[in-house]
């Protein structure tokens, strides 16, 4: 496993586009994380090609590669953000240069889509990556970036005490304000009732993490990553239960459930019937019937605000008796 160094003020972080070309189609949105970078003590480079704007992708698949190996091999750059998910990130894997991002470790960063990057460098490099905030959701939220999203951002990225109690947030939302268009006012928050149970137990492992339809799309290809003894960090934006029932039984069929130590779930929206211990529960219940590692629920990470930094690769440990739901990061996520 390799480490990135750690990310400190002034240090320079490049932003770039996988997939979605939201930076073009919402570039207040875009400029205000670019601010934010700034203002949060950071130097920023944008990718050449990030604001391009080529039907539903940021760019073709050379110029969308061309930004992101140009971050790896510069060596003024110990970050690289996306700005957003989307669709299509998967489309860059078979060309990514996986010698040049051993060779050059930094932190890899972003969510949604963006997980079959981070899955495929991770599971061919060694490297540890990040799920967490991306440009234009978080860093380019109204008000600057959600209190306990900088907080986890930070935790995780430039600090390397151990071992890190992963604590739940006060209040959260899924409020939708449609980007340069709605979204001059801060969003409603509600109170955050904290992780919910759906199995006890204990558990220890690996973390890997990500959006769940996105991980699956890798399934039979070789960057499908290697669940064996791994606690799994799961989120998706697909509400509806039987979407959301029908990804658990492919991993289920995939035996991925004969190798994990534990699962964590991410939050649902709130209007989701998923939201709603009972009727997550009856899913999951049925869906890894025979198998009793543990499982947490609504923990902060997914499509909704604010969300935790999460490293692939780290050591975690998960506890669950009672009402009590505990995650703990047991080693550092970057080097000193």
């Known amino acids: 496993m390799i480490k990135p160094e750690k990310l400190e003020h002034g240090d320079t972080?490049?932003?770039?586009?996988?997939?979605?070309?939201?930076?073009?189609?919402?570039?207040?949105?875009?400029q205000r994380g670019i601010d934010e970078l700034k203002k949060l003590g950071f130097n920023v480079k944008q990718g050449k090609h990030c604001q391009k704007n080529?039907?539903?992708?940021?760019?073709?698949?050379?110029e969308r590669l061309q930004d992101f190996h140009e971050f790896i091999a510069d060596r003024e750059v110990k970050a690289v953000i996306n700005t957003v998910g989307g669709y299509n990130s998967n489309q860059l894997l078979e060309q990514l240069d996986y010698e040049l991002i051993r060779k050059h470790p930094k932190i890899i960063m972003g969510y949604?889509?963006?997980?079959?990057?981070?899955?495929?460098?991770?599971?061919?490099?060694?490297?540890?990556t990040y799920a967490g905030p991306s440009l234009l959701p978080q860093f380019g939220e109204y008000g600057g970036m959600m209190d306990y999203t900088l907080h986890a951002f930070q935790s995780i990225l430039m600090h390397t005490d151990t071992p890190k109690v992963l604590s739940s947030s006060n209040y959260w939302t899924s409020e939708f304000l449609a980007w340069d268009q709605d979204?001059?006012?801060?969003?409603?928050?509600?109170?955050?009732?904290?992780?919910?149970?759906?199995?006890?137990?204990?558990a220890e492992g690996k973390i890997l993490s990500g959006h769940l339809?996105?991980?699956?799309?890798?399934?039979?290809?070789?960057?499908?990553?290697?669940?064996t003894e791994k606690i799994v960090f799961i989120e998706d934006d697909h509400d509806h239960p039987g979407t959301f029932d029908r990804y658990l039984y492919h991993l289920r069929h995939l035996g991925t459930f004969d190798k994990i130590n534990g699962m964590v779930i991410g939050r649902f929206h709130a209007d989701?019937?998923?939201?709603?211990?009972?009727?997550?529960?009856?899913?999951?219940?049925?869906?890894?019937?025979?198998?009793?590692?543990?499982?947490?629920?609504?923990?902060?990470?997914?499509?909704?605000?604010?969300?935790m930094t999460i490293p692939n690769g780290v050591h975690a440990r998960i506890r669950m008796t009672?009402?009590?739901?505990q995650l703990v990061l047991e080693e550092q996520a970057v080097e000193k």
């Open 54 to 62: 080529t039907g539903h992708l940021a760019g073709t698949v050379e």
């Open 272 to 307: 989701a019937a998923l939201s709603y211990p009972a009727q997550l529960q009856s899913v999951v219940e049925r869906a890894t019937k025979g198998y009793h590692f543990p499982i947490a629920s609504n923990v902060d990470f997914g499509h909704t605000d604010p969300m």
């Open 183 to 202: 979204d001059h006012r801060e969003r409603t928050l509600i109170e955050n009732n904290g992780p919910f149970m759906l199995k006890k137990g204990q």
């Open 112 to 128: 949604s889509d963006f997980t079959a990057m981070l899955l495929a460098i991770h599971h061919e490099t060694g490297l540890v």
């Open 213 to 227: 339809g996105t991980i699956l799309s890798l399934a039979g290809t070789a960057f499908f990553p290697d669940f």
């Open 13 to 30: 972080i490049g932003v770039i586009s996988t997939s979605l070309p939201a930076a073009a189609t919402c570039p207040r949105r875009f």
């Open 322 to 325: 009672g009402n009590d739901v």
